[in-house]
């Protein structure tokens, strides 16, 4: 693997880990695809640092458990803007 990847695989673990963003946050800051950041994370995080990984696995996992809710909320605001 290239340097360049190793560094972004690892600055995207971090900035996932400490600001608990999601993939499509990520991929906008970083100018990369979610593609991208989904296969940094899932397959070229793990053999880079697995401790790491599992850390963004977790926060990975959690927003996609409550990407749902969240899109229940845009869709409430949007309406609700379109009402007034």
Do not use: C, W
């Amino acid at each position: 693997m290239k340097d360049y990847i190793e560094e972004r695989v690892l600055e995207v673990a971090k900035y996932i880990i400490d600001s608990r963003s999601t993939i499509r946050k990520t991929a906008k800051l970083f100018g990369v695809s979610k593609s991208t950041i989904h296969k940094d994370i899932t397959e070229r995080l793990p053999k880079i640092n697995p401790q790491i990984a599992s850390e963004a696995k977790e926060i990975l996992e959690f927003n996609k458990a409550e990407r749902h809710i969240r899109g229940g909320r845009a869709t409430k605001m949007k309406y609700k803007a379109a009402n007034i």
